[in-house]
Each structure stands twice: as structure tokens, then as C-alpha cells.
């Protein structure tokens, strides 16, 4: 007896059932290797797309999974194609399989994978929805990367708005923005640098965009935006931790020329000299207690005026404290 799954309103029937792995064909539509189908020259075949997704360094993890696990569990999804079944949604699943029965032809237990076999045509729109569910809101979430192209395609080419993302998505409007602008500049960036391995550099545009600063420096400044993309490109900036310091480099000229020149961390290098507290945890506290000191309150100071015990005693520590640091340096205070 079919099984019923509602999509946009809509009852649409589908069984349970296996299938064999070898019966199943790749989906040229996966939008999980478009950017890498876009860097080859004319169409692709089912061996070019099998290689393109196995490049992939979290397919081959799965594959591990898979193995340990003795098998797939996660059904996939197929439409019907005479005697063969499109994948719309596990060909990773499906590319492992291949691959560990090419290691094993004799394990039986990669022959087959669990389905949802839908007879009726799944709509781009519908599939698009259902994929959102699984790898985006759902358990099986896929890399950043793809779920922020996934979200850009629900906006611009299907057409649903912040309101219904942030519903169907369960994620705040401020990070559907956030998603849909890291994408474009990923986007922007790849246009210019194509490279396939460039995709991972995402999580950094994606860093970016999370400072308004930032972000609208990028946006009204052609200059920074150059330079932020050669950054990128030659490693100058390699991580999207690096990201959170870039403010404090940009502030400071001599650290944005050692960025320039020689990367990150002869920025930052350029920065701890000039403040050590960004590196030391000892000298944070005390750049964080003499500002606090500062600004100490009235009260505490009539507090101390007045002679209370415990005030005092933690003065005179903090005076001692900082005496006995200073012989021992050998400095004068």
C-alpha cells in the first residue's frame, strides 16, 4: 500500500521498497556538485558524475560510515524510469555503494538500499522542498556551502519569500541574509577563481558577512573587496577565525601590509606587539583589571575611604602582587 508525503499542499503517493544499486542512475540535476558539473566543458556522463561525487572528501567519510554500519539505512528518494530509478536524492549513498561493491563484489550487503519510490513526477520545486527538509532543517545536513545555495535557489529561482524560509526553515531572517548574501559573495569569488577546491572557502565569505562592518566595507568598496579576494586567493586568509581579528588588522597600517605581504599571522604578530593582551591570557586580565580600576564606582571608594577590611586586603594584594612582578623583572614601576 503507497505511502502519502504532502508537499505544498499537495498529497503525493509513494511505496516503500529496496532497490538494487546497480538499477539506480545519477541525478545530473544534484545540486550538490552544480558548481563542479559548471567547471567541465559540454555535458557530463554517469561515470564523470560518479567521479565528481566521490571526489568529495565528506563522500568518502560516508563511505566509512556506510561500511561500519554494514550497509544504508537512510532511505533514498527515486522516480521510476522504466526499469531503472532516477536518484533525486542519495547519490552519494549511491556512489559509495559502487564503490565499496567495486572493493567487495561478493558483500551482498551494498547491492541494495532502502526507497521511497515515487511513480508520479516530482516538480525542481517540489524536490527543492523536500531537499530543504532532509539537509537543511532536517537531521542529514549537508556542508555550509550547499545548504547557503540551497536557501539562494528557494529565494531567487523558485521565488519564496524571507517569511516562508524562515518558517518551513526554522531559521531567523537574520541568518536567511546571512546565507543568501554569503553565497553571492562565494559566488562573486568563484566567478573570478573557479577552481573546484575553491567551494571550501566559503566558510570565510560566510565569516565575513556575519560583521556589518565588514560586510558593508565589502559591499561600498571596490578596493577592499580586491584586496579581501587576493587575500583569499593566495592564502593570505585561510581561515574563517581569522576573519573575527580582520577589524583590528584593518585598523592599524602596519598590520594591513603584513597581511598583504606575508598573511595572517604576521599581522596578528604586528598586533601583539603593539598589545600584548591579545596574546597573553596574564596581561588580558590586567589590561581588563586596570580599566575596570579606572572606572572604579563611588561607593567602592568610600568603601575604601572607610577602612573596609576586605576591600583593602584585596588592594594591597593587587599592590603587592604587581611589586613582586616588577623585582623580578628587574623594572621600575
Not at 539505512?73 to 531503472?84: D, K, L, M, N, S
Not at 519564496?160 to 524560509?165: D, F, P, Q
Not at 584593518?250 to 605581504?261: S, W
Not at 580599566?291 to 586586603?313: C, F, H, R, S, Y
Amino acid at each position: 500500500m503507497p505511502d502519502n508525503i504532502i508537499i505544498q499542499g499537495r498529497n503525493i503517493p509513494y511505496i516503500r521498497a529496496v532497490v538494487g544499486v546497480n538499477e539506480c542512475v545519477l541525478d545530473p540535476q544534484n545540486p550538490r556538485i552544480q558548481f563542479l558539473i559548471g567547471q567541465r566543458a559540454g555535458g557530463v556522463s554517469e561515470c564523470d558524475l560518479e567521479e565528481l561525487i566521490w571526489e568529495k572528501d565528506a563522500v568518502k567519510a560516508l563511505g566509512q560510515s556506510i561500511l561500519q554500519n554494514g550497509g544504508v539505512y537512510e532511505p533514498v528518494i527515486v522516480q521510476r524510469r522504466g526499469a531503472r530509478f532516477l536518484v533525486r536524492e542519495g547519490n552519494c549513498r549511491t556512489v559509495v555503494c559502487r564503490r565499496l561493491l567495486e572493493q567487495r563484489p561478493n558483500d551482498t550487503r551494498f547491492n541494495t538500499m532502502p526507497a521511497m519510490i515515487f511513480d508520479v513526477e516530482l516538480t525542481e520545486e517540489d524536490l527543492a522542498i523536500l531537499l530543504a527538509d532532509m539537509h537543511v532543517s532536517g537531521k542529514l545536513r549537508w556542508d555550509a556551502y550547499e545548504q547557503a545555495k540551497h536557501v539562494s535557489d528557494l529565494f531567487h529561482v523558485y521565488g519564496k519569500t524571507y517569511e516562508w524560509l524562515s518558517n518551513h526553515l526554522r531559521l531567523s531572517k537574520g541568518k536567511i541574509r546571512e546565507l543568501l548574501e554569503a553565497y553571492q559573495t562565494t559566488t562573486e569569488y568563484l566567478s573570478l577563481h573557479p577552481t573546484p577546491g575553491n567551494v571550501r572557502k566559503f566558510a570565510v565569505f560566510h565569516e565575513m558577512t556575519k560583521k556589518k562592518d565588514l560586510r558593508e566595507r565589502f559591499k561600498c568598496d571596490s578596493r577592499f573587496k580586491q584586496s579581501f579576494h587576493k587575500w583569499v586567493d593566495e592564502e593570505r586568509i585561510s581561515d574563517s577565525r581569522q576573519v573575527r581579528d580582520l577589524p583590528m588588522i584593518l585598523a592599524n597600517a602596519e598590520a594591513v601590509k603584513a597581511l598583504d605581504q606575508l598573511g595572517f599571522e604576521e599581522a596578528q604578530k604586528v598586533l601583539v606587539r603593539e598589545d600584548p593582551s591579545l596574546r597573553s591570557d596574564a596581561f588580558y586580565a590586567i589590561k581588563q583589571a586596570t580599566e575596570k580600576i579606572k572606572t572604579l564606582p563611588a561607593d567602592d571608594i568610600q568603601d575604601l575611604k572607610a577602612g573596609n577590611p576586605q576591600k583593602v586586603v584585596l588592594m594591597r594584594n593587587l599592590y603587592r602582587a604587581i611589586e613582586d612582578v616588577a623585582t623580578l623583572a628587574g623594572m621600575k614601576l
